[in-house]
């Protein structure tokens, strides 16, 4: 999967490539950065990308955090605990959040959590871009 996002990267087709997968769906993860790479090329980029998925995309959401960056996007990609939301799971499914122009951050959630739920907090993030604050110390 994370040699497709690299094709999608350099502006080359992978359907083809995506046709030879056991699952159709599979190719399904790679959607949203194909669209926000025609929004770019297209002169009308998003200004903001959030996806959630299953924990087994979080590689291939890394690997989309490096192309975005390469675009211009700031991104951030890690857990979220979705119970911190009102949502009544404690599970914690993988987020990536890109933004085009402003950098987004991990927020605080509501505090509220189910008893033996992981450390609190709205989610850890897993690839985070260096703030200008953390660059000066």
Do not use: K
């Amino acid at each position: 999967m994370l040699h497709f996002a690299d094709q999608l990267a350099a502006r080359r087709g992978i359907r083809a490539g995506l046709a030879t997968l056991d699952d159709e769906r599979t190719g399904l993860v790679l959607e949203p950065l194909r669209w926000t790479l025609e929004s770019l090329d297209g002169g009308r980029p998003y200004r903001t990308v959030m996806l959630e998925q299953v924990p087994t995309v979080l590689p291939v959401w890394e690997a989309m955090a490096v192309i975005l960056r390469a675009e211009g996007y700031t991104v951030v990609t890690g857990r979220m605990n979705a119970e911190e939301y009102g949502v009544p799971q404690t599970r914690a499914p993988p987020v990536s959040a890109a933004r085009a122009a402003a950098p987004p951050s991990p927020c605080t959630g509501s505090g509220t959590r189910a008893a033996g739920s992981p450390t609190p907090g709205c989610w850890t993030p897993v690839s985070c871009p260096p703030t200008a604050a953390a660059a000066r110390t």
